[in-house]
């Protein structure tokens, strides 16, 4: 399955390791990656469980554009433990036009394979990402 406006399929990889993430809570983060020249989108990376959220934050590359997955763990005002599936699109600055391009194209349809995403960030600088961002967002 191509995506239309960009030509990219998913690997089925790429849905599988998701589903172990929000059903079995095996992996901590998720790392993908648009190989241009197989026009796919497959998995860079995965995060066990017991890695950080600086692990997670450093598999993501300073110069390329990443799509990623993270499980976000947060204790509520209640005091009740609760954790939140973030998707995040990360496009720093310094990467190329074309793969900002790429990415952006084929995102809405990716995202769309991967059911179950509950919250969605944008970033093109580690800063729109930190944890800070992150506990904002799950309230």
Not at 15 to 23: M, P
Not at 117 to 139: C, F, G, W, Y
């Amino acid at each position: 399955m191509a995506n239309a406006a960009s030509g990219m399929a998913v690997h089925d990889d790429c849905k599988l390791r998701f589903l172990e993430l929000k059903a079995k809570r095996t992996h901590r983060f998720i790392v993908y990656k648009i190989e241009e020249k197989q026009k796919q989108v497959i998995v860079e990376k995965v995060g066990e469980p017991i890695l950080t959220f600086e692990d997670f934050a450093a598999s993501l590359p300073a110069d390329e554009c990443r799509y990623a997955i993270y499980d976000f763990d947060f204790v509520t005002a209640e005091n009740c433990q609760k954790s939140k599936i973030f998707f995040i699109a990360w496009c720093p600055d310094v990467a190329k036009v074309r793969s900002k391009m790429i990415y952006a194209s084929s995102k809405d349809r990716f995202k769309r394979e991967l059911d179950g995403i509950q919250v969605e960030l944008q970033a093109t600088d580690p800063t729109e990402m930190d944890l800070d961002v992150l506990k904002s967002r799950v309230n």
